[in-house]
């Protein structure tokens, strides 16, 4: 047990790690009491074994910084590896076969403090708060990409000043980060999806003690997936003028990307209260949420119908509930333009809302305008056969005897160079210097002659 163990820490400190020397060093901690396994463990405190989803993730990335950069590839064998994680943050990516990026969800931590304006009172207690994130753009750059945008930041309180007893505040937070992407470029395709994980709202005292400080803690979540185009050659076809070639096929399937949509349009509706609702006198807050019901692939993209679940927080003329909030839906029919689209293509629909406005027309009919966003990626998917394998053969030489030397054709309807010359034992290069052609463009009705290039070769 001794010299395996001395192997296991040698190997460790090397940097390398497997299932074999995974199972060895559980057993060494199993049987080693606490003073002996601080000693040995070493790196091995801070290795982790990553399982990848599907056949085709070739390599685990690491980027983090502890204090310096530190970058890290690790091969994936049988769908998972070995990784070296000593503190946050960092990120882990994976690439695929195509050199393609992915990630499991990441997060960025925002903090601000949002100081209360003169004209507010001192807050005794938050009652309701909304947070929501406004016109984010995503940048790629060299190993990393930038976030900008705003976030939106409601909250209603117990104000301690007597004449108003319940006031709200709202406003917004800029933002502008650079987050760490190791191997992504200008040049790639972003999908980045970013959301709201978590907030947290503190009250706490300004200067001179008074309650007027809102410390707000915002999470981001993000679901990160970076494509890189590339363009590939597939062996389709073989054959010889002197040997029977049987080749062997598989189809492969992959997508193609056909499209990034960024749309955005503008929905104005106007809303009625209920016969149950109390009239309104104020208005303090408006929030939407994009809900998409029906989509339906046309000649020109795709029309998506849905509708912005609006929620309403106002003051009302009711004496003994003066706060009261509402719901309503405002229907919409987008279509999202996406030239090329067959009814096989694959996609991918992100709604959500760059802004909304409320404004009260009268007590009881109200005035929505809403900036409505649909992020759409389109893949069309393809099957190709190709030639996975050949066996050779030996010529049928009475069959090729039975052909005559010289051959006069006539060019039909969907036939090419290519097969031309596969089915007369000749080749497109012996065909083209015969009949003086510029170019492998055949028409219907041209007439062409051929030499049987095997019997040169066999005489």
């Known amino acids: 047990m001794v010299l395996v163990k001395n192997f296991a820490v040698k190997e460790l400190e090397k940097g390398h790690m497997n299932d074999d020397l995974a199972i060895i060093y559980e057993e060494i901690r199993r049987i080693s009491d606490q003073q002996e396994w601080d000693q040995i463990k070493g790196e091995s405190e801070y290795c982790y074994k990553v399982h990848t989803a599907g056949s085709h993730m070739s390599m685990v990335r690491v980027l983090q910084n502890v204090p310096e950069t530190i970058r ?23 690439e695929d076969t195509s050199g393609s990026l992915y990630t499991a969800k990441d997060s960025y931590r925002l903090k601000e403090e949002i100081t209360l304006p003169s004209n507010k009172g001192n807050i005794s207690e938050l009652l309701y708060s909304e947070v929501e994130l406004k016109n984010v753009d995503v940048r790629l750059f060299a190993d990393k990409f930038t976030l900008k945008g705003e976030a939106s930041v409601f909250f209603l309180y117990q104000s ?162 003066p706060l009261q909030a509402m719901k309503s839906a405002v229907p919409f029919s987008q279509l999202i333009e996406v030239r090329g689209i067959t009814p096989e293509s694959i996609f991918e629909i992100r709604p959500g809302l760059e ?55 006539v060019v039909r309807e969907g036939d090419t160079l290519w097969d031309i010359a596969r089915r007369y034992y000749t080749t497109m290069d012996t065909i083209r210097e015969i009949n003086g052609l510029e170019s492998d463009q055949l028409h219907p009705g041209d007439r062409i002659l051929m030499i049987k290039q095997v019997e040169s070769v066999f005489g």
């Open 72 to 94: 890290q590839r690790a091969p994936v064998q049988e769908g998972r590896a070995y990784i070296y994680l000593y503190r946050q943050p960092y990120v882990i990516l994976y």
């Open 160 to 321: 301690e000043d007597e004449e108003n007893p319940m006031e709200y505040y709202e406003t917004e937070i800029p933002f502008s980060v650079s987050i760490d992407c190791g191997g992504c470029d200008e040049d790639m395709i972003e999908d980045i999806d970013v959301g709201i994980a978590g907030r947290n709202l503190e009250i706490k005292p300004d200067a001179d003690g008074e309650e007027r400080i809102v410390d707000a803690e915002i999470v981001f979540d993000m679901n990160i997936k970076i494509y890189r185009e590339e363009e590939f050659e597939i062996l389709a076809d073989i054959y010889s003028p002197v040997q029977e070639i049987v080749p062997a096929r598989e189809t492969m399937e992959y997508e193609n990307l056909l499209i990034k949509n960024n749309t955005k349009a503008r929905i104005t509706d106007r809303i009625r209260l209920g016969s149950g609702n109390p009239r309104v006198l104020q208005i303090c807050h408006g929030s939407g949420t994009v809900k998409i019901d029906e989509t339906q692939i046309t000649s020109e993209g795709i029309m998506a119908d849905g509708v912005i679940e609006v929620e309403l927080l106002y003051i009302s003329a009711d004496d003994l509930r």
């Open 355 to 409: 802004q909304i406005g409320v404004m009260m027309l009268d007590a009881e009919e109200i005035e929505i305008k809403a900036g409505l966003r649909l992020n759409t990626i389109v893949f069309d998917p393809v099957s190709e056969p190709v030639i996975t394998d050949l066996t050779v053969n030996e010529p049928d030489m009475e069959k090729l005897q039975s052909m005559p030397g010289l051959i006069g054709y």
